[in-house]
Each structure stands twice: as C-alpha cells, then as structure tokens.
C-alpha cells in the first residue's frame, strides 16, 4: 500500500491524477498539494470522518514553505511514501516562465522537491512528469523519438523549453539513485475533454490567434489527460526507475490541432518569427516559448519502453465530437 503525495493538484492534470488514485485500492492515503483552494471535484474525497485525502495550499517555489511542509508533524504522521511532482500547468493567463530566485519557477519547484525527497526518510518512490519536447528536433516530419535521444541543448532555446529541460536534467541525474526510486515520464501535448491543451509550448493558454512557419505543418503527438493519470498509476506501481516516453494513438497537424481547439495559427515567413521574438525581448514583453523548432519539424515518440516495463498502453480516444449546441469540439473517450 502506498501513501502518496501529489503536487499541483489543484490544476487539470493533477485534479485528475488525484482522482485516479483516490479510486486505487493500492494507495492507503494520499496529501495533495496546490496553490489555491481544493477543486470542488475533491469535496467527497475530503468528507469522512476519515478521509483518504487532505490537502495543502503550499507555494512549491519557496523554500521555507516547503521546509516546513516537509518538517511538519502533519507530513511525519502522513507517512508518505511516494511522490508524485507534476509542474505547473494550468494557468492561462501568461506563458511566460516566472523568475525565482534566478531560476524559472518550474526549475525551482523541481530543485526543492527532489532535495526534499532525498532528504526524506520515508520517501522511497518519486514519480515526475516531464515534456517530450526537451528533445531536438532535426528538420523534417519522419523525428521517431526515443528515451536516449538527444535534448535540445541549443543555447537559444527558448526559457520555455529550457526551464523544462533544467528539469528533465534534474530528475534524470537520479534516475541510478539507490534509495530513492526515480521515474520520469515525457509526454508531447496533453488533451483533455473540451478542447483544453496543455504542456504544448505554442498552443497552451488562452485561445486565441497563433504563428506558425509559412510552408511547415508539424505533425504533433497527442496524449489524453487520462492516460497521463494512468502512466502515473503504472509508474507507481513499477518497481524500476528509469526515464518514459508516454503518447496516446493519435497524431495530428499542427493546423488540426490549432483548429480544433480555437487557436487560430496563421503562417508567417521564417524568418519573421524570429524577428518577432527577438522584438518582444527588446520591448520587455513577455516570451511565450512559442517559436521554437517545434512550429516547423514534428515528431511522434516511441513508447515501447513504456508498454514493455510500465505495462503502460493508452487507453483513451482524443478526437472531434458534437457539444450539445451541434459544434465541433475536441474529445476524449475510452477506447
């Protein structure tokens, strides 16, 4: 039985994360962690007199915060065994990666979670979801991408991309660790029902008008926030660590893509996205991450390793379905 700590939980993926192992006969208890107040999807989670779940409000990109969390009498009691770290996703409202203490906010939380979790004497199992687009991109569609191919190591990636690859780069260098048990899972765009996208550097957000490089289509890989849930569940119930491509069946056009989930993109010559990017950093303006390799050269990731040691396979459907209004709208459903 497995006592479990979920960070992020009050955002789309880990809301579902949640609920998956809330349901799990193999988790004993489960401490959720989340900046704001819990989802409403949780009040039964929470009502008992002994409840399964607790949640926490805790800022994970600051250090005292944090310490204390993990230094409590509460967390000591909880006896958690597990962790489940899931970076920010959720928030809409900028796709700028903020600044803390030097460090992008998502590289900061993964700094303070794993230092905790080494430290941690009950903690034995760490399970942390990354991004398939760490990987370069060489030009062209036909990019089959495995766990040891090469990160964009690029010194002009974008600080959207590289705050993820800080953080791949975090958690693989414990991968061999021999008391705690470290597994990273990289997934490409995560779908979920309604036309949400998240974790896609040039389509996640708000909808709403997007570039893309005039003459290029990239083919993206998709993944269902489903099944993101449930490779997190076989990750927990593996007993190696190691690195994981995770993907859904499908893979779509950036245009589809685009399309469907109301973010226009329009094609603009090469050489001006740079232009553009290269403005907003001179007026102050925020930087999206949105005009990297990925808006020309496509890719779909080769997750046998997933299947054959996680025993991991999608499960989940993403395609177009009528809303009740008679649109079109992007879906998930089992397969």
Same mark, same amino acid.
């Given at each position: 039985?497995?006592?479990?700590?979920?960070?992020?939980?009050?955002?789309?993926?880990?809301?579902?994360?949640?609920?998956?192992?809330?349901?799990?006969?193999?988790?004993?208890?489960?401490?959720?962690?989340?900046?704001?107040?819990?989802?409403?999807?949780?009040?039964?989670?929470?009502?008992?007199?002994?409840?399964?779940?607790?949640?926490?409000?805790?800022?994970?990109?600051?250090?005292?915060?944090?310490?204390?969390?993990?230094?409590?009498?509460?967390?000591?009691?909880?006896?958690?065994?597990?962790?489940?770290?899931?970076?920010?996703?959720?928030?809409?409202?900028?796709?700028?990666?903020?600044?803390?203490?030097?460090?992008?906010?998502?590289?900061?939380?993964?700094?303070?979670?794993?230092?905790?979790?080494?430290?941690?004497?009950?903690?034995?199992?760490?399970?942390?979801?990354?991004?398939?687009?760490?990987?370069?991109?060489?030009?062209?569609?036909?990019?089959?991408?495995?766990?040891?191919?090469?990160?964009?190591?690029?010194?002009?990636?974008?600080?959207?991309?590289?705050?993820?690859?800080?953080?791949?780069?975090?958690?693989?260098?414990?991968?061999?660790?021999?008391?705690?048990?470290?597994?990273?899972?990289?997934?490409?765009?995560?779908?979920?029902?309604?036309?949400?996208?998240?974790?896609?550097?040039?389509?996640?957000?708000?909808?709403?008008?997007?570039?893309?490089?005039?003459?290029?289509?990239?083919?993206?890989?998709?993944?269902?926030?489903?099944?993101?849930?449930?490779?997190?569940?076989?990750?927990?119930?593996?007993?190696?660590?190691?690195?994981?491509?995770?993907?859904?069946?499908?893979?779509?056009?950036?245009?589809?893509?685009?399309?469907? #989930?109301? &973010? +226009?993109?329009?094609?603009?010559?090469?050489?001006?996205?740079?232009?553009? %990017?290269? $403005? !907003?950093?001179?007026? =102050?303006?925020?930087?999206?991450?949105?005009?990297?390799?990925?808006?020309?050269?496509?890719?779909?990731?080769? #997750?046998? &390793? +997933?299947?054959?040691?996680?025993?991991?396979?999608?499960?989940?459907?993403? %395609?177009? $379905? !009528?809303?009740?209004? =008679?649109?079109?709208?992007?879906?998930?459903?089992?397969?």
């Amino acid at each position: 039985m497995s006592r479990v700590l979920v960070t992020h939980a009050d955002e789309p993926i880990g809301c579902r994360v949640v609920k998956n192992l809330s349901h799990d006969p193999e988790v004993e208890a489960i401490l959720a962690l989340g900046n704001g107040p819990p989802p409403r999807a949780f009040d039964r989670f929470l009502a008992g007199t002994r409840p399964r779940l607790t949640y926490a409000r805790v800022d994970l990109t600051k250090h005292r915060p944090v310490n204390d969390l993990f230094h409590s009498a509460a967390f000591r009691s909880a006896e958690i065994d597990t962790l489940v770290h899931l970076p920010r996703h959720g928030a809409p409202a900028s796709q700028t990666a903020p600044i803390v203490s030097g460090l992008a906010e998502r590289t900061a939380e993964a700094r303070l979670v794993l230092q905790h979790a080494l430290e941690g004497s009950t903690i034995r199992n760490l399970v942390a979801l990354g991004s398939a687009f760490v990987y370069r991109l060489p030009p062209g569609n036909a990019n089959r991408l495995h766990e040891d191919s090469e990160l964009d190591l690029d010194p002009d990636v974008s600080p959207e991309i590289r705050s993820w690859i800080d953080c791949d780069m975090i958690f693989h260098g414990e991968v061999h660790n021999d008391r705690l048990r470290v597994v990273l899972l990289r997934v490409p765009t995560v779908v979920a029902a309604g036309g949400y996208v998240y974790m896609n550097p040039s389509l996640s957000g708000r909808p709403g008008l997007r570039l893309r490089a005039m003459g290029y289509d990239p083919i993206c890989a998709l993944v269902a926030d489903k099944d993101v849930a449930r490779a997190v569940q076989a990750a927990l119930r593996s007993e190696g660590s190691g690195i994981y491509n995770v993907a859904g069946c499908e893979v779509v056009p950036l245009s589809v893509l685009a399309r469907w #989930t109301r &973010r +226009a993109s329009v094609p603009v010559p090469g050489p001006l996205l740079g232009w553009v %990017g290269t $403005a !907003r950093r001179l007026l =102050g303006g925020e930087d999206r991450g949105d005009l990297g390799p990925h808006l020309c050269h496509g890719f779909t990731l080769d #997750t046998s &390793r +997933a299947e054959r040691e996680l025993r991991f396979r999608p499960g989940t459907r993403i %395609g177009l $379905a !009528r809303a009740g209004d =008679g649109s079109l709208r992007l879906e998930t459903a089992s397969l």
